[in-house]
């Protein structure tokens, strides 16, 4: 392992890091923008620079993202040189550069903007007209550039060849009129993992469209969530509004909303990414709510229903259940210690994979669209869902289940979160909260546990899985 030093503290380096994976990983700070640690170096901005002190008493300049750890190397990274050259190269940015920062979606978040306070802080030094390009280019449906905004990092390019691997950007012409465009082909719109560039873009000219102009970043809160699209349990930050900004919401449906959904880099599951399903997870959780219990589409309150269910549970002679692979560990566990018992138990698939939609590639998306299937195999079994003669009442926990499937005659028991026909045709219906509402675990496809926290509150008509199972297991009040 050698040693070298960063600003004359010792530093150990792994071997083969280069001076910014060293400086990094021992908590000396050096600014980038074109390297990302899981991306190929490009060398191209020239923010990293640093000087390096040889043994006759002088010094060289070079970038710290392209430079090999040497033993007993002696790295500056904050000196007078370092200092000066950081700034002009931040000026030469800034030569095009329209700094219109108070109506872009990346002001809090932008690298050069954050850089451009820290390290250069002075007025243009060019008197000459800046070199004006698009501001909306429709890269896809899904993303537009500002081409005015982009610094050429290349990083957007090196996306798409090195992780998504459609080869879908490129960068044309030379110079000053360079610019980000895509394929040809349509190979970008079609990329599903393209909003990644938004991301990894350290500025703000890749621009997502449903975000556009939405909020500023400082309004928003993330709450570590998971993808619930597949079986590879992605780790996401939810966005929404900050609690503290309820009273100036407009439009009070911004106060319970989800604004935008980013990666939560996680190395064991889905590393800094995720795929386009997991950026829409409004278009799943915004769905039309069920919100009232029900007594075969009748309204009527949470308790009523509940008694209801659990005569049905007690009367049953050969109940059978189809447990949700959506539930979350400890929602599992709960039905496991409180009614299993009474029933036959099925792990049921609550999504199946829509039309259009990738199926499974080798990057990350897994064929089974529910995130928590293996957890419900590991307490219910595999068995496919089978119904014993004689079946007198079915519990359905959650989507997925057509209800021409029911044994002739049989009670239902609909456990669900959403509006949907089936809802009335249910002996009992009961609403259950949604993931946004409710903290807990699931188990990906590789065992591995990831934990999702609340959103929003759940109404007071609507239930908790865990409380209600243990009322219906029991003669308590539903908590
Ligand atoms: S669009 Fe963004 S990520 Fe792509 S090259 Fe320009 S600045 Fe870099
Ligand atoms: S790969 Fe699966 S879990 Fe990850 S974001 Fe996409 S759909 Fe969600
Ligand atoms: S971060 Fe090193 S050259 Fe861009």
Redesign the pocket.
């Known amino acids: 392992m050698p040693e070298f030093f960063i600003n004359r503290q010792p530093v150990h380096a792994e071997p083969g890091q280069t001076v910014m994976q060293a400086a990094l990983a021992a908590g000396h700070y050096i600014p980038y923008f074109c390297w990302h640690p899981n991306l190929s170096v490009a060398g191209n901005c020239r923010i990293c620079i640093v000087e390096v002190e040889d043994s006759k008493g002088g010094t060289w300049m070079d970038i710290a993202c392209n430079m090999p750890v040497d033993e007993g190397m002696r790295v500056l990274t904050d000196s007078e040189g370092v200092t000066k050259r950081r700034k002009e190269i931040l000026q030469m940015i800034l030569l095009n550069h329209p700094v219109d920062c108070g109506i872009c979606d990346k002001a809090g978040e932008c690298s050069l903007q954050d850089y451009h306070y820290e390290y250069n802080g002075e007025r243009p030094v060019s008197f000459d007209p800046k070199v004006q390009a698009t501001k909306f280019h429709p890269l896809s449906e899904r993303i537009v550039?500002d081409n005015e905004r982009?610094?050429?990092?290349?990083?957007?390019?090196r996306f798409t060849n090195e992780v998504s691997g459609t080869h879908s950007l490129g960068i044309q012409h030379r110079g000053d009129h360079s610019l980000?465009r895509a394929s040809e082909d349509g190979a970008f719109g079609s990329d599903p993992y393209s909003d990644n560039?938004i991301d990894?873009?350290?500025?703000g000219?890749?621009l997502s469209r449903n975000f556009l102009y939405k909020s500023r970043v400082w309004y928003l809160k993330a709450t570590p969530s998971i993808c619930p699209g597949c079986e590879r349990g992605c780790n996401v930050d939810i966005w929404h509004r900050r609690s503290e900004w309820k009273l100036n919401a407009l439009d009070p449906r911004q106060n319970a909303s989800i604004d935008r959904v980013t990666p939560r880099e996680n190395p064991a599951v889905n590393g800094p990414w995720i795929c386009n399903k997991g950026r829409d997870l409004a278009a799943i959780f915004e769905r039309p709510r069920a919100e009232r219990a029900m007594l075969k589409g009748t309204p009527v309150e949470l308790p009523l229903a509940i008694d209801a269910a659990r005569a049905l549970i007690a009367s049953a002679r050969r109940p059978v259940a189809l447990v949700s692979s959506w539930a979350s560990n400890e929602e599992l566990a709960a039905f496991k210690s409180t009614l299993a018992n009474r029933f036959a138990c099925f792990v049921k698939s609550d999504w199946t994979p829509q039309p259009g939609e990738r199926v499974e590639d080798d990057v990350l998306i897994k064929p089974d669209k529910n995130p928590n299937a293996k957890a419900a195999r590991a307490l219910f079994g595999a068995a496919p869902i089978a119904f014993p003669d004689g079946t007198d009442l079915v519990l359905v926990w959650g989507e997925g289940f057509s209800f021409t499937q029911l044994p002739r005659g049989a009670s239902v028991i609909y456990l669900n979160s959403y509006l949907q026909p089936e809802n009335g045709h249910a002996d009992v219906f009961l609403p259950l909260s949604i993931q946004t509402e409710r903290r807990g675990r699931y188990t990906n496809f590789e065992g591995t546990v990831s934990n999702f926290e609340p959103c929003f509150g759940k109404k007071a008509t609507v239930a908790d899985a865990e409380p209600l199972f243990a009322a219906l297991a029991t003669h308590e009040a539903i908590a």
């Open positions: 550039l982009c610094i050429l990092c290349s990083r957007c390019v980000i560039v990894i873009c350290p500025v000219a890749l």
